[in-house]
């Protein structure tokens, strides 16, 4: 019975890694055919089929443009994902986010006060992605340890973390907001847009980067979910089975904050995926992190691709180019997290 049980979850896991796939395959096709040049799918599908001409470097330029974009949102969306799971593992609060516990806020702080520092040192530093994403994670790891305190100071239960993570965002929401004033007055450039998760100036490198923080969060996930499953069940029974749970809460919360920190320094601040996409994931293959890990990351990733996608149709219906996707993501997101506040406090 155990066995067949065990077999039943395996084939479900596989079932939804392949349709999520699917989605995911069906979405970038969908991303790359929209944008405000007015090149759709069919002279997509003619690039990719005909013979190089001027016109064709020209819509080439164009899918490049759009493929960059779409890869970013995917590997975003499933960085925040995997962000967002480990920390409602090693909180236990199924309400915690990277974004409502102050990671996003804290570490785009960071950010903008290490490149102004860099840029009146004239080091050459604020054009360094490294520099970036290594003060970003520090500013996300301080940000969330700033949560766990001031939730100790308040309870420490699931509702006052959740109070203390909104105070903590909302301080740095302020102060990174006055930062990038700042950083944009002394640089003339439009840094105000990490505020709310802007796809428009990402390269390929920006990919690269995603891809490897991600790879090597995604790696160590993997090598910790007998932790966090043990963890699940309280300190006493990660002990007993072998497992330090000081451990699981420090590497957890490291990979966490440079999930995060990554996704801060490439595109800004984009909200509620960490939160949603675990729930998702619970929902298809229960709470085995073995199996959670992997479909979080997949939902993540289909999430921030589909919001960019709407923010891209809304901007070219109303002809004003794209809207941030953080915006997007913030107006799905933000019922979803009421849904689960009223769901908690009714059980």
Request: hydrophobic share 55%; glycine share 8%.
């Amino acid at each position: 019975m155990t066995l067949e049980i065990v077999r039943s979850k395996i084939v479900r896991f596989f079932i939804y890694i392949l349709l999520l796939t699917i989605l995911i395959f069906i979405s970038l096709l969908i991303s790359i055919s929209i944008g405000s040049s007015g090149v759709n799918f069919r002279d997509i599908m003619n690039l990719l089929i005909s013979r190089s001409s001027d016109e064709n470097r020209i819509l080439s330029s164009i899918l490049d443009l759009r493929l960059v974009r779409s890869l970013t949102a995917l590997l975003v969306g499933a960085s925040l994902a995997l962000s967002g799971l480990l920390i409602q593992a090693v909180s236990r609060n199924p309400l915690a986010d990277p974004y409502i516990f102050g990671l996003s806020t804290s570490s785009l702080s960071f950010l903008a006060l290490g490149l102004i520092i860099a840029l009146q040192l004239d080091s050459g530093l604020a054009y360094n992605k490294y520099y970036m994403i290594s003060i970003a994670f520090l500013g996300a790891f301080s940000g969330y340890i700033m949560t766990l305190i001031l939730s100790r100071f308040a309870g420490g239960g699931a509702l006052s973390m959740v109070l203390a993570g909104v105070a903590v965002s909302s301080f740095f929401a302020s102060l990174s907001s006055i930062l990038l004033y700042i950083l944009q007055s002394m640089t003339r450039s439009p840094f105000i847009y990490l505020l709310t998760g802007f796809f428009e100036a990402v390269s390929w490198r920006d990919v690269g980067y995603l891809a490897y923080s991600l790879a090597i969060c995604f790696i160590a996930s993997m090598i910790l979910f007998k932790h966090l499953n043990a963890y699940l069940y309280g300190d006493e029974y990660s002990m007993s089975v072998g497992f330090n749970p000081s451990t699981t809460r420090v590497v957890a919360s490291l990979v966490a904050a440079l999930a995060t920190a990554t996704t801060i320094a490439i595109v800004g601040v984009i909200g509620f995926i960490g939160i949603a996409s675990p729930h998702i994931a619970r929902a298809l293959v229960g709470s085995d992190h073995k199996y959670t890990i992997v479909i979080s990351i997949l939902v993540g990733g289909l999430l921030v691709l589909l919001a960019d996608v709407l923010s891209r149709v809304i901007g070219v219906v109303l002809m004003i180019g794209s809207i941030p996707t953080g915006f997007i993501t913030a107006l799905i997101g933000s019922p979803f997290l009421a849904y689960i506040v009223i769901r908690r406090m009714r059980s």
